[in-house]
């Protein structure tokens, strides 16, 4: 009881300490983070390799088995479940909860490492992948293209995103189903054959004319120099002219005479389509505690300032922005605020009859939502739909508990008690 005496004997400082708690409140409120999801790391570890080529038997027959083998060592491990499919493995690891997921990867690194020696030779190097909510996209972008699609891949990759890189805040940049550059050479098997050429031999004559290599230095008086020999590609129709062998009656036999050179977009596997149409998909993800509202804010921002240096017929559309959902859920708080201060001024002006009554009720929303603040920041969270429903289901409790404590407070003071002290010796009931 000896707080509530403080209070009421020294209201001066009382009124001083809630504006100092108001204060850094609203300090601490624009200081927090604001995303989607609370940043969160399931314990789980997820270990990718691709072996092309290989059906799905042979992916578990010689990389799956291999590092389940091997991974079944890791310390912590609850459950390892594997997937075999066509040209890819996956090894999912369940460790248990609290289990530091950073030293768990480092282990599952030196197994890794200690089994790679038995691996396929075409077999990739395991990718291994840690889930976290901060991975997850906060905006993707749908990019449509006529004349310039064929180069859309290059424009993209040295236009836009060196530029996205420079907000504050952007984690990681990935492209889906943009069109690469490739060079086939199509080779025909029956002039192959009428010149008695074996088939590596054209794939060795073309990538050796292909090479930049270092030559050496020279040395003039007091300066040195790097030599280099320079014969990298710089149109594909010069490998037309790639000599493949010589005949005996000395005929020089060249890439033009026995295949077609055909420069285009590699084949995908996946198609990007955006309303029937051919498209690159651009994805953002932010760092690990950063302001996604605000991210996605300066991105679209900066968008805009990119979208009219590309070509005229390259559009940029948004197809998923997070800032939408947690702008939503903002509003959905303040809303639920708006309409608790509606309802308890009327419910405690109609019952009570006392303006000043009501307006102690309708401090106590705020002042409690400002604490909140406070504790958020202090345990380095942030406001996301987790914690801002939250706050919109204590709000209720706040404005019943609220109410039952004044109306306790009011029932002493008509019975004859003094305000200053009976009230607050008395158990509310």
């Known amino acids: 009881m000896s707080i509530y005496k403080t209070a009421i004997n020294r ?3 009382t009124i001083l300490i809630f504006v100092a708690v108001i204060i850094i409140g609203i300090f601490s409120y624009s200081k927090l983070p604001i995303d989607q999801f609370p940043e969160i790391e399931p314990p789980y570890i997820t270990v990718m390799t691709t072996y092309p080529g290989a059906s799905a038997s ?13 991974l079944n060592s890791v310390d912590g491990l609850k459950e390892l479940t594997s997937t075999s499919k066509d040209n890819m493995s996956m090894v999912m690891l369940e460790m248990e909860w609290g289990t530091n997921l950073d030293e768990v990867i480092n282990d599952v690194r030196s197994y890794i490492d200690m089994t790679k020696d038995n691996l396929p030779s075409g077999c990739s190097s395991p990718f291994i992948f840690k889930f976290s909510s901060s991975a997850m996209p906060i905006l993707q972008y749908a990019i449509t293209a006529d004349e310039s699609y064929p180069g859309l891949d290059k424009l993209l990759n040295d236009d836009v995103m060196p530029q996205l890189n420079r907000v504050d805040g952007i984690g ?5 189903g943009s069109p690469e550059r490739y060079v086939y050479v199509d080779i025909n098997q029956e002039k192959l054959d009428a010149y008695h050429i074996p088939l590596e031999a054209v794939g060795q004559a073309v990538s050796n004319n292909n090479l930049n290599l270092s030559s050496g230095t020279v040395k003039m008086e007091k300066e040195q120099y790097q030599l280099q020999v320079r014969s990298e590609y710089v149109e594909s129709s010069e490998i037309n002219n790639i000599v493949v062998t010589t005949t005996p009656d000395g005929k020089q036999v060249y890439v033009r005479d026995i295949a077609v050179v055909r420069d285009t977009i590699k084949d995908l596997s996946l198609d990007e389509k955006t309303n029937g149409r051919e498209s690159v998909r651009l994805i953002v993800t932010k760092q690990s505690g950063a302001n996604t509202v605000q991210i996605c804010k300066d991105v679209q921002a900066e968008m805009a300032k990119i979208q009219k240096r590309l070509p005229s017929d390259v559009k940029i559309d948004v197809i998923y922005d997070s800032s939408d959902y947690i702008k939503n859920a903002v509003y959905s708080l303040e809303e639920s605020i708006m309409y608790a201060l509606i309802f308890v001024v009327l419910v405690v002006l109609f019952f009570l009859g006392k303006w000043r009554a009501t307006l102690i009720i309708g401090l106590t929303i705020p002042i409690s939502l400002v604490v909140s603040f406070i504790y958020l920041l202090f345990v380095d969270s942030s406001l996301n739909i987790i914690s801002l429903s939250s706050l919109t289901v204590a709000i209720g409790m706040v404005v019943d508990d609220a109410i039952v404590v004044l109306e306790n407070v009011t029932t002493h003071i008509e019975r004859g008690s003094r305000p200053e002290v009976r009230p607050f010796m008395e158990p509310t009931r």
Not at 60 to 70: D, M, Q
């Open 11 to 13: 209201p001066v400082t």
């Open 58 to 70: 042979e992916v578990e027959t010689n990389v799956t088995k291999l590092l389940e083998n091997s």
């Open 172 to 176: 990681n940049l990935s492209l889906s």
